[in-house]
């Protein structure tokens, strides 16, 4: 069983930047392709970044493309967002999400995912 926790979201002035982490208490976590997603206010949820169960692929959504990095660290058990030169439009709660898979393609919709986490609120004050 996978279970998500988020951490390291809060409020962060405009172009600043932020790291979130998405840690797992199950066992497989090296076999699952993680993600994160977002839900802005009056907003559907949207894809944010995706990382294959290797790391080796990765996928963004355009508007975070040269801002945001998804990286892993299988050992720890953990997945990661950092963000940078952030947006107000970037103000959101932030959900961490995973898939059981070994194949790099990208997977972009959030009907795609098993598991996720409870999210975590992020701000960003213009």
């Known amino acids: 069983q996978v279970q998500l926790t988020e951490s390291g979201g809060g409020l962060v002035q405009a172009g600043g930047s932020l790291t979130l982490s998405c840690a797992d208490s199950?066992?497989?976590?090296?076999?699952?392709?993680l993600a994160w997603f977002r839900r802005a206010p009056g907003k559907e949820r949207e894809f944010v970044a995706s990382?294959?169960?290797?790391?080796?692929?990765?996928y963004y959504q355009d508007s975070v493309k040269g801002r945001f990095t998804i990286s892993r660290d299988n050992a720890k058990k953990k997945v990661y967002l950092q963000m940078s030169s952030l947006k107000p439009e970037g103000t959101a709660v932030y959900y961490c999400?995973?898939?059981?898979?070994?194949?790099?393609?990208?997977?972009?919709?959030?009907?795609?995912?098993?598991?996720w986490g409870q999210g975590i609120q992020v701000t960003v004050s213009s």
């Open positions: 990382i294959s169960w290797s790391g080796s692929s990765t």
């Open positions: 999400a995973a898939v059981r898979g070994l194949s790099s393609r990208p997977r972009l919709s959030g009907d795609e995912y098993e598991f």
């Open positions: 199950g066992r497989a976590f090296s076999s699952y392709v």
